[in-house]
Antibody, heavy 118, light 106 residues
Framework: EVQLVESGGGWVQSGESLRLSCAAS????????MTWVRQVPGQGLVWVAD????????KYVDSVKGRFTISRDNAKRSLYLQMNSLRSEDTATYYC???????????WGQGTMVTVSS | DIQMTQSPSSLSASVGARVTITCRAS??????LNWYQQKPGKAPNLLIY???NLQTGVPSRFSGSGSGTEFILTISSLQPEDLATYYC?????????FGQGTKLEI
């Protein structure tokens, strides 16, 4: 079964750190760009970061640059998002997703909730 | 940054109705436009890629059209299970901004 499963979400205080993980199965993980997308409760989707197949290319939305780091371990079929200096506005459900060859996010995880308390 | 504007932000329609949602880009993005459906409490799901290509497994009542700066998602005959919020997204350049969403009520 093609699947992405996020973990690592939780409740933290402002200024603290959290590391999200995303475990892939059922597809050739190492061949895909991977993406993190977040969604504040009741609001829309926000693209957060992309990483290419070997981790040599990373892109971020301006609001997380310098605070968040996307990474991957192809041997473990896992994607990560290290989130430092968290702010209340980072409170959201975080989804990992796989980007196909046609630049579309065709596999999504179920999401993990991050709550940052000020 | 390329901004994406969807309209309407919400709409209510009856079962069997034809529904159209528009997405406008602030710059030319050629055919690089994807549509996603997000049902309440669920992760998004890819419907249409590259403007007009139906993702495998998506019902044929969904279709996409457009290029450049204006794109349209059409549901030809609305079904009860189409209750969801629909998002466009441009993958043309980073940041890969999503539209603000269109909430569809049946």
């Amino acid at each position: 079964e093609v699947q992405l499963v996020e973990s690592g979400g939780g409740w933290v205080q402002s200024g603290e750190s959290l590391r999200l993980s995303c475990a892939a199965s059922g597809f050739m993980f190492s061949r895909n760009w991977m993406t993190w997308v977040r969604q504040v409760p009741g609001q829309g989707l926000v693209w957060v970061a992309d990483i290419n197949q070997d981790g040599s290319e990373k892109k971020y939305v301006d609001s997380v640059k310098g605070r968040f780091t996307i990474s991957r371990d192809n041997a473990k079929r896992s994607l990560y998002l290290q989130m430092n200096s968290l702010r209340s506005e980072d409170t959201a459900t975080y989804y990992c997703a796989a980007l196909n060859d046609l630049d579309a996010l065709d596999i999504w995880g179920q999401g993990t909730m991050v709550t940052v308390s000020s | 940054d390329i901004q994406m504007t969807q309209s309407p932000s919400s709409l209510s329609a009856s079962v069997g109705a034809r529904v159209t949602i528009t997405c406008r880009a602030s710059q030319n993005i050629n055919h690089f436009l994807n549509w996603y459906q997000q049902k309440p409490g669920k992760a998004p799901n890819l419907l249409i890629y590259l403007g007009s290509n139906l993702q495998t497994g998506v019902p044929s009542r969904f279709s996409g059209s457009g290029s450049g700066t204006e794109f349209i998602l059409t549901i030809s005959s609305l079904q009860p299970e189409d209750l969801a919020t629909y998002y466009c997204q441009q993958p043309y350049t980073t940041p890969k901004i999503f539209g603000q969403g269109t909430k569809l009520e049946i």
